[in-house]
C-alpha cells in the first residue's frame, strides 16, 4: 500500500503510454520487500531541465529512469555520472541522493547482454551488426564491445554519429575492430538499436534480407512484442531475439541501483 513513508519513483519519456517499465519494477520492488513505487511521467524536450532541477527538492524521490527521447539530453544535468555514462554519453537512470544530490548511469547495455546470455547467446569472436547511435545503441555497443567480438559495424540515419561511435569505442577497445556502414551482410548477430518499430508505419532499420543464414536477429523495441522486423527475419528462417529480454536483462539492475539508499532513508 502506498502511504506518507513510501519512496517515489519515476520513470520520465514522450510520449509515456508505451513504456512496460513500471509494471516490471513495481513487481520487483514488492517482491524485494521495498516500500517504494514507480509511476509514469511524461516529460517534453522543452520541459526536461526544469523537472529535472526539480528532482533535487522533492525529498522522498529516490530516483528516476530515463527514457526516449532524454537519454543523451540527461547527463549535463546530473551531478555525478558514471564512467559508462561519460563514454556512452547517455543516462538511463538517476538516483538521488539524501543531500539532492543526482547521480547518472546507464544500464541499458548490461540488459541486452545480460539477455544474450539468458538465451544462451555468446558474443565472443562474433561479428556484429547494429543499427543506432542514440542513447540504448552506444550502451549497447559499449557492453558488447567488452565481451570480444570480432568487429563491430554501426549504421544509423545520422551517419555522423555512427562514426563518432566507432572512434569512441575504438579507443575503449583496440582490439575490435569498429566500422560505420549500412549492410548487415556478413555479421552473426545483426541488432536493431533505433526507435524504428515503435510505430506501425516505420520503415525497417535495415534489410533483413541481407542477413546472413544462420545469425541471429535481436530487437531492442519491446512493444510491438513481434516487431515487423523480427517478423520478416522469422519468415526468412532467421534466429530471433526480442527486445522484452532487454528489459528483463537490467530490472535488478536498476532495482538494486535505484533502491541502493533506501534502508537508511526509509
Ligand atoms: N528493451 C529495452 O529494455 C530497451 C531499453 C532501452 C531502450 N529501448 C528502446 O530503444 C529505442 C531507442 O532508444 P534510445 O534511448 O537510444 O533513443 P535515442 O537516443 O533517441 O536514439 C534513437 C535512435 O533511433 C534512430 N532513429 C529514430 N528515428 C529514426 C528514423 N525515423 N529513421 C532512422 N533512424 C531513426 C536515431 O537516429 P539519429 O541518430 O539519426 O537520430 C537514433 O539512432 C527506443 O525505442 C526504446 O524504447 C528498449
Known amino acids: 500500500m502506498i502511504t506518507g513513508r513510501t519512496k517515489l519513483l519515476a520513470i520520465i519519456a514522450d510520449p509515456i503510454a508505451q513504456v512496460r ?3 516490471a519494477m513495481n513487481t520487483m520492488l514488492s517482491e524485494m520487500g521495498k516500500d517504494a513505487v514507480l509511476v509514469p511521467a511524461e516529460v517534453s524536450r522543452e520541459g526536461l531541465t526544469s523537472v529535472v532541477s526539480g528532482f533535487r527538492n522533492i525529498g522522498n524521490l529516490a530516483g528516476v529512469v530515463v527514457t526516449v527521447p532524454h537519454k543523451t539530453a540527461v547527463p549535463p544535468l546530473c551531478d ?3 564512467e559508462r ?3 556512452t554519453g547517455a543516462v538511463n537512470v538517476i538516483r538521488r541522493d539524501a543531500q539532492g544530490k ?10 541486452f547482454t ?9 558474443v565472443s569472436g562474433m561479428s556484429v551488426f547494429l543499427a543506432g547511435a542514440g542513447g540504448a545503441a552506444s550502451a549497447i555497443a559499449f557492453a558488447l564491445a567488452a565481451r570480444g567480438p570480432k568487429k563491430i559495424t554501426i549504421s544509423n540515419r545520422t551517419q555522423e554519429k555512427a562514426l563518432a561511435l566507432a572512434e569512441r569505442l575504438s579507443q575503449s577497445f583496440p582490439n575490435v575492430e569498429f566500422c560505420a556502414g549500412d549492410d548487415p551482410n556478413g555479421h552473426d548477430l545483426a541488432v536493431n538499436g ?3 518499430g515503435m510505430a506501425l508505419d516505420d520503415a525497417l532499420p535495415f534489410d533483413p534480407a541481407r542477413v546472413q543464414p544462420g545469425a541471429i536477429v535481436a530487437e531492442v523495441i519491446m512493444q510491438p512484442e513481434v516487431t515487423p522486423l523480427l517478423e520478416a ?3 526468412l528462417g532467421l534466429a530471433t531475439h526480442g527486445g522484452r529480454k532487454m528489459l528483463q536483462g537490467q530490472l535488478s539492475e536498476l532495482a538494486k541501483f535505484l533502491t541502493q539508499d533506501m534502508e537508511e532513508t526509509l
Open 102 to 111: 543526482l547521480h547518472g548511469d546507464i544500464l541499458d547495455g548490461e540488459g
Open 233 to 235: 527475419a522469422e519468415q
Open 194 to 196: 533505433t526507435s524504428l
Open 80 to 82: 555525478t555520472l558514471s
Open 114 to 122: 545480460r539477455g544474450l546470455d539468458d538465451a544462451g547467446i555468446s
Open 21 to 23: 517499465t513500471p509494471q
Open 85 to 87: 555514462a561519460v563514454a
